[in-house]
């Protein structure tokens, strides 16, 4: 059965589910910044909208529009921030 998350008042919703190779939840999120954790590495892809992340470690920003990629290792956090609503496919492996 699928799981719905819910963080930050409601403003990022996803749900859970089972992928043909790793689990993953497809989520979308309210205009606004938000930093997330790991427990496993992430692969976060950007489905519609636009998301721009300050990936661990790094100093500035970088912005991902649709159909692009990036990857958070386990056990770290990193900052989002979106100025449109904004959809997302996560893989975790």
Known sequence: M???NRYFED???SIAF???DLPATLGVMAVGEYEFGTSKREYMTVVSGALTVKLPDAVEWQTFVAGETFIVEANLSFKVKTTE???YLCKYE
């Open 18 to 20: 089972q992928t043909a």
């Open 85 to 87: 609503e904004t959809a």
């Open 2 to 4: 699928f799981q719905v």
């Open 11 to 13: 403003k990022v919703t």
